[in-house]
Protein backbone atom coordinates (compact mmCIF):
# COMPACT_ATOMS: atom_id res chain seq x y z
CA UNK A 1 0.00 0.00 0.00
CA UNK A 2 1.69 3.35 -0.80
CA UNK A 3 0.00 6.59 -0.10
CA UNK A 4 -0.02 9.21 -3.23
CA UNK A 5 -1.73 12.48 -2.93
CA UNK A 6 -2.94 13.39 -6.18
CA UNK A 7 -1.79 17.13 -6.09
CA UNK A 8 2.15 16.02 -6.52
CA UNK A 9 1.62 12.72 -8.88
CA UNK A 10 -1.23 10.32 -9.84
CA UNK A 11 -0.99 6.61 -9.51
CA UNK A 12 -0.53 4.39 -12.64
CA UNK A 13 -3.18 3.73 -15.15
CA UNK A 14 -5.75 0.92 -14.04
CA UNK A 15 -4.43 1.11 -10.30
CA UNK A 16 -7.30 0.72 -7.83
CA UNK A 17 -7.43 3.40 -5.02
CA UNK A 18 -9.09 4.36 -2.08
CA UNK A 19 -10.23 8.00 -2.14
CA UNK A 20 -10.92 10.13 1.13
CA UNK A 21 -13.73 12.55 0.46
CA UNK A 22 -15.63 14.80 2.79
CA UNK A 23 -18.59 17.51 3.08
CA UNK A 24 -20.91 18.12 6.20
CA UNK A 25 -24.98 16.90 6.75
CA UNK A 26 -27.32 19.64 7.61
CA UNK A 27 -27.66 20.99 10.86
CA UNK A 28 -31.04 19.14 12.36
CA UNK A 29 -32.41 22.61 13.13
CA UNK A 30 -33.99 24.05 10.22
CA UNK A 31 -34.25 28.06 11.68
CA UNK A 32 -30.39 27.16 11.41
CA UNK A 33 -28.61 29.88 9.48
CA UNK A 34 -25.06 28.94 10.37
CA UNK A 35 -23.66 27.34 7.20
CA UNK A 36 -20.81 25.52 10.13
CA UNK A 37 -23.64 24.11 12.08
CA UNK A 38 -23.85 20.34 10.87
CA UNK A 39 -21.84 17.27 11.11
CA UNK A 40 -18.35 17.33 9.23
CA UNK A 41 -18.41 13.61 7.93
CA UNK A 42 -15.50 11.47 5.63
CA UNK A 43 -16.14 8.98 2.97
CA UNK A 44 -13.50 6.28 1.66
CA UNK A 45 -14.52 5.24 -1.58
CA UNK A 46 -12.93 2.08 -3.80
CA UNK A 47 -12.13 3.32 -7.40
CA UNK A 48 -9.94 3.08 -9.87
CA UNK A 49 -7.48 5.14 -12.06
CA UNK A 50 -7.04 5.46 -15.81
CA UNK A 51 -5.42 7.98 -18.45
CA UNK A 52 -8.36 7.99 -20.75
CA UNK A 53 -12.42 7.42 -19.90
CA UNK A 54 -15.01 7.50 -22.33
CA UNK A 55 -18.55 7.60 -20.19
CA UNK A 56 -21.54 6.30 -21.01
CA UNK A 57 -22.57 9.95 -22.23
CA UNK A 58 -19.99 9.78 -25.14
CA UNK A 59 -18.01 12.37 -23.08
CA UNK A 60 -13.93 11.52 -23.03
CA UNK A 61 -11.72 12.36 -19.90
CA UNK A 62 -7.98 12.18 -19.75
CA UNK A 63 -6.36 11.07 -16.07
CA UNK A 64 -9.10 10.26 -13.73
CA UNK A 65 -10.69 8.22 -11.04
CA UNK A 66 -14.11 6.47 -11.62
CA UNK A 67 -16.33 4.85 -9.06
CA UNK A 68 -17.97 1.71 -8.81
CA UNK A 69 -21.00 3.18 -10.18
CA UNK A 70 -19.05 4.90 -12.76
CA UNK A 71 -19.02 8.40 -11.76
CA UNK A 72 -15.85 10.14 -12.90
CA UNK A 73 -14.01 12.14 -10.21
CA UNK A 74 -11.30 14.52 -11.04
CA UNK A 75 -8.06 14.83 -9.64
CA UNK A 76 -7.74 17.90 -7.03
CA UNK A 77 -7.30 20.88 -8.74
CA UNK A 78 -8.29 19.59 -12.16
CA UNK A 79 -11.36 21.08 -14.35
CA UNK A 80 -14.36 19.72 -14.41
CA UNK A 81 -14.72 19.55 -18.43
CA UNK A 82 -14.22 16.94 -19.88
CA UNK A 83 -11.71 17.11 -22.88
Do not use: K
Not at 2 to 31: F, K
Amino acid sequence: MEWVDARERLPRDGMPVAAATSGRYPSNDADERDPDAGQDFWLVMPMYFTTHHIAEDGREYRDCFVDSDRIVRLPYGRSRAPF
